[in-house]
T-cell receptor
Framework: DTGVSQDPRHKITKRGQNVTFRCDPI?????LYWYRQTLGQGPEFLTYFQNEAQLEKSRLLSDRFSAERPKGSFSTLEIQRTEQGDSAMYLC??????????????FGPGTRLTVL | AQSVTQLGSHVSVSEGALVLLRCNYS??????LFWYVQYPNQGLQLLLKYTSAATLVKGINGFEAEFKKSETSFHLTKPSAHMSDAAEYFC????????????WGLGTSLAVNP
């Protein structure tokens, strides 16, 4: 069990550029979550996948944000036309998705985005 | 809608002293509750979780938390603080049957003084 991995760990970009982050969940975990965390705040839910289906998106996820999980394994989060307000830590988590069980989410180390 | 309030954004204790981090939740149905710890520049690590079984939950690193429905609380405690406990602690809630997204408190930064 190698844990949740995220790439890159840090990304610095200029305003207006597009960025893409990748998350590799724990193998056999069928749920995958994206959260955003700004300094001094708790994480905020962005979106959630059950296998390859994106089942819920937060209103925080503007049309500049898109997430995919094409084969139900890794996921990507893309931000188009980045703004300074997008600067944050982007966290990915995965869980087994076992029905009837408390579904514990395991987190990756995060990708810290800085928009200049 | 469910929510989480963590009282005290910063808590400072001496090494060896009791650690008490407060968490109150709001939920119309029985919740699942979690405590996570975040060390600098690292991801979130699960400390413990409440799953509607035992109300006193023991977690890793000597931490435990007690679910009190009457007080809508899930406070985190540790009898004796260690320097390595210095970190950010987050309380989170989710509902059974939901998509299980976590709703988070703002976090409490724990400092441990020698």
């Amino acid at each position: 069990d190698t844990g949740v991995s995220q790439d890159p760990r840090h990304k610095i970009t200029k305003r207006g550029q597009n960025v893409t982050f990748r998350c590799d969940p724990i193998s056999e975990h069928n749920r995958l979550y994206w959260y955003r965390q700004t300094l001094g705040q708790g994480p905020e839910f962005l979106t959630y996948f059950q296998n390859e289906a994106q089942l819920e998106k937060s209103r925080l996820l503007s049309d500049r944000f898109s997430a995919e999980r094409p084969k139900g394994s890794f996921s990507t989060l893309e931000i188009q036309r980045t703004e300074q307000g997008d600067s944050a830590m982007y966290l990915c988590a995965s869980s087994r998705g076992t029905s009837g069980d408390v579904d514990t989410q395991y987190f990756g180390p995060g990708t810290r985005l800085t928009v200049l | 809608a469910q929510s989480v309030t963590q009282l005290g954004s910063h808590v400072s204790v001496s090494e060896g002293a009791l650690v008490l981090l407060r968490c109150n939740y709001s939920s119309s149905v029985p919740p699942y509750l979690f405590w996570y710890v975040q060390y600098p520049n690292q991801g979130l690590q699960l400390l413990l979780k409440y799953t509607s079984a035992a109300t006193l939950v023991k977690g890793i690193n000597g931490f435990e938390a007690e679910f009190k429905k009457s007080e809508t609380s899930f406070h985190l405690t540790k009898p004796s603080a260690h320097m390595s406990d210095a970190a950010e602690y987050f309380c989170a809630v989710t509902l059974a049957g939901n998509n299980r997204k976590l709703i988070w408190g703002l976090g409490t930064s724990l400092a441990v003084n020698p």
